[in-house]
């Protein structure tokens, strides 16, 4: 083998060691949670707003996220959009969705040095190897809450975080809208049966190029629309690959009975790709009509909540 | 090898592989609610559990070998079905999440054709007897290590109000 295959071979294993090491590392957050061996850290909560008449937002990121306060610009620059789509509308956006505690990776963690450290170098240098680490510790996340064992513990966390941040923002029993951006979904649609049982509101999931498992969670959710763009080919299908639960053949899944219950809609929406400057949010790439993206995201999102 | 070395290498490999499988199951330790120290005590009562589990299967194997005539010591019984859990060593990747909960079931299956196996090289048993003789053990010892039961005492039904 050559010098630059022996390296490339070292370079293969140690992804996949890393991998490995990231993965089996994932659930203890929220099996520690949980067993009441550690304690969710203390959060100064701003103070309540006055009850509004909604509608009422929750917006989970990907698994690129890094915590509740950061989003990206183009994120918020969609979120924004919607707003002035929706009057009177309410968004929680604060909720970072890969921690069972609602715990930043700027949070109090025994890594919390390597998780600023990477963050100031993505910021520096956006879409390089230090998404990496922050994009694999996500996708466990994103594993954990979609586990059978594990995602009870986990999702009910989240859901405990998102119901706090809406009861906060004045909510008053009216339907939530979980929009979420790809591995989004799948927490979403993990903590709905919970999300509801604190609530006793209906859940409705709007998602933008979703990463759907076959979480048992969809039962409890009254409406899912996905949004996909003709360019978003691998994200999405990798739910499907990787559980079998999401396959036709799989008659009786949670997922399949959703199916058959018409809760599930899929709607193309143009040459529009899951990452990148063609992603759903981008402001610069535009439609054969002239509207940019992040302008058809919002457009879409926003009739789905006005319909209701 | 010395007399005493070969029983001492089964047991060892025996513990570790009954701890590995532990820990990969230790989920439901965790969502029992169960203080660091039981947790502890737990794993190290399991391993020896499993241990005495595979000492079942491996009398099992041989009062099976008997009815079939079949020329195996109850020292090679145990001696075979100890090297057989080898791949059990990595029973803590069942903690996994997500893929740890198909591992499980692969890791059992690879351990029961391991057994088949060395029981057909060994004796020269047809492969259907040496079925036969490794599956009742096999299904006691899957039941016994199993912790399938511990998640009936999960309590879920606090799951939307734990603070």
């Known amino acids: ?308 | 090898m010395r007399d005493w070395l070969e029983p001492l290498i089964a047991l060892g490999l025996l513990g570790a592989a009954g701890f590995s499988d532990l820990v990969g199951q230790s989920a439901v330790l965790w969502l029992n609610w169960v203080s660091p120290r039981r947790f502890l005590l737990c794993l190290a009562g399991g391993a020896l559990l499993f241990v005495a589990s595979a000492v079942t299967w491996a009398l099992g194997l041989w009062l099976c070998a008997l009815l079939f005539h079949l020329p195996l010591s109850l020292a090679r019984s145990f001696y075979l079905v100890a090297y057989a859990h080898v791949p059990q060593l990595f029973g803590f990747l069942v903690f996994l999440p997500h893929f740890g909960a198909y591992l499980f079931h692969l890791l059992r299956a690879w351990v029961f054709f391991d057994l088949v196996v060395a029981v057909g090289w060994t004796t020269g048993a047809s492969l259907p007897v040496a079925i036969l003789c490794a599956l009742p053990g096999w299904a006691l010892h899957f039941s016994l290590t199993h912790l399938g039961w511990a998640w009936d005492l999960v309590p879920w039904r606090r799951l939307a109000g734990r603070k």
């Open chain 1, 1 to 308: 083998m050559s010098w630059i295959g022996e390296r490339l071979w070292l370079l293969w294993c140690f992804f996949w060691a890393l991998s490995l090491f990231v993965a089996l590392g994932s659930p203890f957050e929220a099996l520690r949670w949980w067993a009441g061996w550690k304690r969710p850290p203390a959060e100064p909560l701003p103070p309540p707003e006055a009850p509004g008449d909604g509608p009422f937002v929750v917006y989970l990121t990907g698994v690129a996220g890094f915590s509740g306060d950061f989003l990206s610009r183009r994120e918020r620059g969609f979120l924004e959009r919607l707003k002035a789509r929706l009057p009177g509308l309410r968004v929680v956006d604060d909720v970072f969705p890969y921690s069972a505690t609602n715990n930043p990776l700027d949070g109090d963690r025994l890594l919390r040095a390597l998780w600023v450290w990477l963050q100031k170098w993505r910021l520096r240098i956006p879409n390089n190897v230090f998404d990496l680490l922050i994009i694999m510790h996500n996708i466990g996340q994103t594993l954990v809450s979609s586990d059978r064992r594990y995602g009870p513990a986990y999702n009910s966390g989240v859901a405990r975080a998102v119901a706090q941040r809406l009861q906060q923002k004045g909510f008053q029993n009216q339907p939530i809208y979980l929009v979420t951006y790809s591995g989004g979904a799948q927490i979403a649609v993990g903590m709905a049966p919970y999300l509801k049982e604190i609530l006793q509101s209906p859940v409705h999931v709007i998602s933008l190029g979703g990463v759907y498992t076959d979480d048992p969670g969809i039962l409890a959710v009254d409406r899912v629309v996905d949004f996909k763009g003709t360019r978003d080919h691998i994200m999405p299908g990798v739910g499907w690959l990787l559980y079998p639960g999401r396959w036709r053949a799989a008659f009786f899944s949670p997922w399949n009975q959703a199916r058959r219950q018409g809760k599930l809609h899929w709607h193309a929406c143009g040459p529009i790709s899951h990452i990148g400057s063609g992603d759903y949010f981008s402001a610069k790439k535009q439609l054969a009509d002239g509207t940019p993206y992040a302008e058809q995201s919002a457009n879409l999102v926003a009739a789905v909540i006005e319909r209701g």
